[in-house]
Structure formats: C-alpha cells, structure tokens
C-alpha cells in the first residue's frame, strides 16, 4: 500500500493490512517521527507480532526510532548495514570517539559520511593525487577497506558499493530495545544492478 510520505497517522493502513492477515508486512518508510507513529498504529490495532512478522529496512528500527516507539517495536526484523552495538573491534572505537566528538551514539548517516571520506581519500591516494574524473574513477573501482559497519568494497564492474547485510530483530536488552543480529549476508551487491538492471 503506498501512502503520503508525510503521513503522521497508519491507522487506516495498517488496519488495511491487518484484514488481510498477512503472514508478513514489509515496511520502507523514512525515519524521523513516522516510525513511532507506525509503532503506535500497530499497538492501537492489535497487529501480534507473533502471527504477522514485521519486516523493516533498518530506519524503521534505528535507535531514536526504538526510543520513541517504545514495546511496540519488539519483534521487527530488519535488514541493515550498520549498528552502533555491533562489537567489532573497528566498531567499539568509532562509536567510543563518535560519542565523545558529539554525545551521542552514530547512526547509517554518520557511518556513510565516515566511509564516504575514507573512500574519497583512499581513491585520491591511489590516484597519485590526480583529481580528473576518468583518474579518480579508475582508482575507486575495486577499492576495499575495513569500515567500522565491516568489510567494504567498491564493484569494479558497476561502482557501486558491495557490504554486509545484518538481519536484526528487536529485543530488549537490559532494559534497552535494541537490534540484535541473528543471521547477515556477506558482499551484497546492488540486486537491480546484480541482475543488469
């Protein structure tokens, strides 16, 4: 069901959704304030999680959206490709001066940006420091790095980065909803352009 991107109330969506009984609802939709409003809709509307699997994009189940969403978030799988509590080592040190630079914990945004000017200083590196497109072109494809999200490359044949996938689903941990990985999918590539699309 598409609905207005701006849309502060699901109520009348996901009740369209729930008399479908679905065995499964897929949800894209912008962070900010809508996937509390989501959260909120699927409480008011009875939709048990324990019959009708809740799957999201990571936004749906990022840290402030968990926040404000409170219970009602228990139990959304997500596919993302970062989380601030994943504990590898690269990870832990990132979050650790990433808090202390801006008092909070980094999300997808900050971990682009942080892989978006490694990329861009790696390739200018390789490049001998030429900066004409056909050089900095040449020297991106099949860049490979260790990012604090995990291993991370740049497909020679489509430019496009490949990274791991995380499947996630929410728990409460100490007293925290938070994302937990239970299975991922290593060098995921564009599908669209996978299949030449």
């Avoid at 999200?149 to 497909?155: E, H, Q, V």
Wanted: glycine fraction near 10%.
């Amino acid at each position: 069901m598409r609905f207005p991107v701006a849309n502060p109330d699901f109520s009348a969506f996901v009740q369209r959704a729930k008399d479908m009984s679905p065995e499964c609802i897929y949800i894209f939709i912008p962070g900010g304030a809508q996937p509390a409003a989501l959260g909120k809709a699927f409480a008011e509307r009875g939709i048990d999680l324990n019959k009708t699997k809740v799957l999201a994009s990571g936004e749906v189940t990022a840290e402030q959206a968990l926040k404000s969403m409170g219970d009602a978030g228990l139990g959304i799988i997500s596919a993302w490709h970062y989380d601030y509590k994943s504990n590898a080592p690269r990870n832990l040190a990132f979050v650790k001066l990433f808090n202390e630079m801006h008092g909070r914990n980094p999300d997808f945004f900050s971990i682009g940006g942080y892989d978006g000017m490694h990329a861009i200083y790696e390739t200018l590196k390789k490049a001998g420091g030429k900066t004409d497109g056909d050089s900095l072109i040449a020297a991106a494809k099949g860049l490979k790095w260790e990012s604090p999200r995990g291993p991370m490359s740049i497909d020679p044949d489509t430019r496009d980065v490949v990274q791991t996938i995380y499947i996630r689903r929410v728990q409460k941990v100490g007293g925290e909803l938070v994302n937990v990985p239970f299975d991922k999918i290593e060098n995921v590539k564009d599908p669209s352009r996978a299949r030449g699309g």
